[in-house]
């Protein structure tokens, strides 16, 4: 059984910056959780950031791909510089898609851990951004496809591609 690592937000885990959830109705979400498919990850808390916590953004080129290189930095609107935590939590949710065999991940979209295909550009005005986060980043540099919370459907058409063209 194929296991699939998801932000614990998606799932109602209170771990957001501001101290909720973004949990997730979708279906498919809630059939892999009975399952026993679901490893859940918030490379924030994981990392030792408290709930609630300032809210934090990617400042410089290259949004999580650019933080990997060091050419981006991870901050709060105060300026606290968290890119070293954000890398720890990257690497603590690389460790558990490692452990569980996971080829695949459903992340929270716009999150500087877990954006896909979006985070907010380092000015604190909620200005999008096409980008992905620290953690979507380096899961994809080590071969692990995401997919954003509204791609779930995608997300089940890819595990079923891969099942039906496995070798039995």
Same mark, same amino acid.
């Given at each position: ?18 101290? &909720? ?5 979708? /279906? $498919? ?6 399952? +026993? *498919?679901? !490893?859940? %990850? ?5 990392? &030792? ?5 300032? /809210? $934090? ?6 949004? +999580? *791909?650019? !933080?990997? %290189? ?26 558990? %898609? ?26 604190? %005005? ?43």
């Amino acid at each position: 059984m194929e296991k699939i690592l998801v932000s614990a937000c998606l799932l109602g885990a209170k771990v957001r910056y501001h101290g &909720g959830d973004a949990s997730s109705p979708h /279906p $498919a979400l809630r059939r892999w959780l009975e399952e +026993g *498919r679901l !490893v859940t %990850a918030c490379p924030e808390v994981d990392a &030792g950031l408290g709930t609630p916590r300032a /809210p $934090a953004e990617i400042i410089g080129p290259g949004s +999580g *791909r650019g !933080v990997i %290189a060091r050419a981006a930095f991870v901050r709060t609107s105060a300026g606290a510089d968290l890119t070293d935590r954000f890398l720890a939590g990257a690497s603590l949710a690389l460790e558990a %898609a490692r452990h569980h065999g996971v080829r695949i991940a459903i992340l929270k979209e716009g999150s500087p851990s877990c954006g896909s295909s979006f985070v907010y550009d380092g000015t604190f %005005a909620g200005t999008r951004t096409a980008g992905v986060g620290v953690t979507a980043a380096l899961l994809e540099k080590n071969g692990i496809r995401v997919f954003s919370e509204a791609e779930i459907d995608q997300a089940e058409h890819w595990l079923r591609d891969r099942s039906e063209t496995a070798p039995h």
